[in-house]
C-alpha cells in the first residue's frame, strides 16, 4: 500500500500530498495537502498513485508527457470524473491542448485522457518544443478514484522534465 507522497530528484517531482475520506460513506471529498513521505513515484496517496513521463523529444518537433494514475486496494479508475490536468505557463514551451479552455488545459472531454483497465488511465499532455534543451513541465492534476463506500476527489501537483534534443 502507497502512503503520502514524495519529491522525486529525477525526472519526476511532486508538491503537497494527502488523502481525503468522504464523511458518511458516500459523499465525495476534496483534498490537496499534506505531510512528505519517501514514496517511488511522482505522487503517492493511500488510495493510488500518480507517474509521470516523457517520451523521446526532438526540437523542433512535438512531445508527450504521459501522467499515469494507478488506484490501490479496493478503488478503481471513476468513469463519471472529467479528468484534467492544467499545465504551467512555460517560457520556450508550446502546449497543445486541443480543452478549449487554452492550450495548456488537457482533458476526458478533449480526447487526452484514456482509461487502460479497471484502476488506471493517463492523461497525455502533448507540446511543442522549439529548441533542444531540458525543461520541467509542471502542472495540475485533477483526479478521482472511487471504492463502494466513496470516491475521492483529488488535485495534485505533478511535474515531468522533458528533455529535447
Given at each position: ?22 464523511p458518511g460513506g458516500g459523499a465525495a471529498a ?109 502542472g495540475t492534476f485533477k483526479v478521482s478514484v ?20
Amino acid at each position: 500500500m502507497h502512503r503520502g507522497c514524495c519529491v522525486v530528484v529525477a525526472a519526476v517531482s511532486i508538491g503537497a500530498c494527502g488523502k481525503s475520506q468522504a464523511p458518511g460513506g458516500g459523499a465525495a471529498a476534496v483534498a490537496t495537502a499534506s505531510a512528505a513521505v519517501p514514496c517511488a513515484h511522482a505522487a503517492c496517496a493511500d488510495d493510488f498513485f500518480i507517474d509521470a513521463r516523457s517520451g523521446d523529444c526532438v526540437a523542433p518537433g512535438e512531445c508527450d508527457v504521459r501522467v499515469e494514475l494507478v488506484a490501490t486496494g479496493a478503488f478503481h479508475i471513476n468513469d463519471e470524473y472529467p479528468y484534467r490536468f492544467v499545465a504551467d505557463d512555460l517560457a520556450g514551451v508550446d502546449f497543445l491542448g486541443k480543452d478549449g479552455a487554452g492550450p495548456n488545459v488537457f482533458s476526458k472531454t478533449a480526447g487526452d485522457w484514456q482509461k487502460e483497465s479497471a484502476t488506471a488511465g493517463a492523461m497525455t499532455v502533448r507540446l511543442k518544443a522549439p529548441a533542444p534543451g531540458e525543461r520541467t513541465i509542471g502542472g495540475t492534476f485533477k483526479v478521482s478514484v472511487c471504492s463502494p463506500q466513496a470516491c475521492l476527489l483529488e488535485q495534485r501537483r505533478v511535474s515531468a522534465t522533458v528533455v529535447a534534443k
